[in-house]
């Protein structure tokens, strides 16, 4: 029997941090009670229930709602499986376990019958010191997200007062009315380029290959909209967009009138241009000999950044270029993925080694994670479990080679299946003959590939979601298939539940050895 006990922290603060399913803050209500569910199946066909299997994969996704509390999943070889919750009732643990998982919910009641019993906490034993931990927990979530709020609320009075500045000197400087005259004559000299850069794109797609002349019509398009923006920038607005900057940063002091400025019509000063605008704001708001370095200095970068810019002049890539250059990272993914899927064939090669010496197995099934349902990665598997370990390597890999092996890998759309049996032993177990009778399982119906002998054989099973064929529950079904055949010819123990034979401390699934 597995327990999940020791996962009640993730439980708590796992799902806070994540916000659980279903929005909110992450946390249950205040008022809830615990409760235990058993999870009662018809017949055992797997070590582990496909009910439990479901529920662990919704509880490490963080996919329960807020409201509910998963606090242990205990799953059993037998018919009857737990799990402890913590929730407002029972009725909102079966709702979510039953219900049409198109609304979120598990729909365990295909597989599995769900009852909530209330828990006595008064004489709750083993588990109290964890699920305080995870209430802590919560409650230390909480606090936080009130501190947040709070130092928002601070937050926004600040930015409120910083904008009330802002409108103080935009009033006494006119900055937004000379900017919105900048970003006019911004627009309409863009729309000119453009009006112009699309003309030139018909043609050019009229006259050559999409590739190359789409690449030609985007560069110029991008010249042409970047010498229009730098020519008026050369006529003075850029400066209105500094002054801008300087007056928002360092905020001028109050300028002293003098008998001049106090015989200035106000008409003449309305009248006066942006630039005179822009001119007048300098002369009040003189900024610091630093500040006109740095002015200087970024007036420089952006000037190289435009002269240099446009890709560099080498002109588009060749579709032969783009060729290579796809096959190059589709190379560099599939190397990894080779060596991701060979360091777990090793690994669980030297696993299965080890439980043949000390037992005398000779026969095993067993599945892999990596492969994801391709059949050829998972011979790569294979070869990797088989490979003879080399003693100078510093870590030891493969080595079951003697041991014959039926490998499994589910994918999102198929489930593909490898089996192996050494020479010494095929006069008992031969290897197509061992695939042909798992594919021929109902719960399976796959499909043996050409090739295959005595010694090695392939097979791929494809999911059909519409008849209720998914890979995992067909992984299951093949492995459990897998295990009948060998124990029908006497080459896998019986399973006879007596703790004191020997033949019943062997265990087989998908958790045997865990990388």
Request: proline share 5%; glycine share 10%; charged share 25%.
């Amino acid at each position: 029997m597995a327990s999940f006990g020791s996962s009640l922290e993730h439980a708590g603060a796992g799902a806070s941090a994540h916000g659980g399913a279903h929005g909110g803050l992450g946390l249950p209500p205040s008022s809830t009670s615990l409760f235990l569910v058993t999870h009662t199946i018809e017949a055992v066909t797997a070590k582990v229930p496909f009910a439990m299997m479901m529920l662990s994969q919704a509880f490490h996704s963080n996919q329960v709602p807020y409201q509910l509390r998963l606090r242990q999943i205990i799953p059993t070889s037998s018919l009857v499986s737990t799990s402890l919750w913590e929730a407002p009732s029972a009725a909102d643990i079966i709702t979510y376990l039953n219900g049409p998982t198109e609304q979120g919910q598990l729909n365990l009641s295909e597989f599995c019958k769900s009852e909530a019993f209330p828990v006595v906490p008064e004489y709750l034993h083993g588990v109290s010191l964890d699920l305080g931990k995870s209430q802590v927990v919560e409650s230390v979530q909480t606090s936080a997200n009130k501190a947040a709020a709070s130092i928002s609320a601070t937050t926004s009075a600040a930015t409120d007062a910083a904008k009330a500045k802002l409108a103080e000197l935009d009033a006494k400087y006119k900055l937004t009315n000379s900017a919105k005259e900048a970003t006019s004559k911004i627009k309409e000299t863009t729309n000119k380029a453009l009006e112009g850069a699309n003309k030139a794109a018909t043609n050019a797609f009229a006259e050559g290959t999409l590739l190359g002349q789409g690449w030609g019509f985007m560069k110029s398009m991008g010249e042409r909209v970047t010498a229009a923006v730098r020519d008026y920038n050369e006529d003075g607005s850029e400066k209105t967009t500094e002054a801008t900057e300087e007056a928002a940063a360092a905020p001028p002091p109050p300028p002293t009138e003098t008998p001049a400025q106090s015989d200035t019509p106000a008409a003449s000063v309305e009248a006066a241009p942006a630039a005179a605008t822009t001119t007048t704001a300098h002369e009040e708001a003189p900024a610091s000999s630093q500040e006109q370095e740095t002015g200087q200095k970024k007036k420089k970068d952006k000037k190289k950044k435009k002269e240099g810019g446009g890709g560099g002049g080498g002109g588009p890539p060749s579709a032969e270029e783009i060729a290579a250059m796809k096959a190059a990272k589709q190379a560099e993914t599939e190397k990894k993925l080779i060596k991701d899927v060979t360091k777990e064939g090793g690994k669980k090669g030297v696993e299965i080694e080890g439980a043949a010496d000390m037992g005398g197995l000779e026969f095993f099934c067993t599945t892999m994670e990596k492969p994801d349902g391709e059949v050829k990665y998972l011979k790569m598997s294979m070869d990797a479990m088989n490979e003879v370990p080399d003693p100078d390597g510093e870590e030891r890999r493969g080595g079951s080679g003697h041991v014959g092996k039926m490998i499994f890998s589910a994918g999102t759309e198929a489930m593909s299946m490898v089996a192996y049996v050494p020479k010494d032993k095929q006069d008992r177990i031969n290897a197509t003959e061992w695939l042909k009778s798992v594919c021929a399982d109902d719960g399976v119906k796959g499909e043996l590939q050409a090739g295959g002998d005595a010694g090695l054989a392939t097979a791929i099973a494809k999911a059909d979601p519409d008849a209720g064929m998914f890979t995992i529950k067909m992984k299951d079904a093949a492995m459990a298939q897998g295990f009948a055949y060998l124990r029908e010819r006497g080459c896998f123990p019986e399973d006879t539940g007596d703790d004191d034979d020997d033949d019943g401390d062997y265990v087989y699934g998908d958790d045997d050895f865990p990388s």
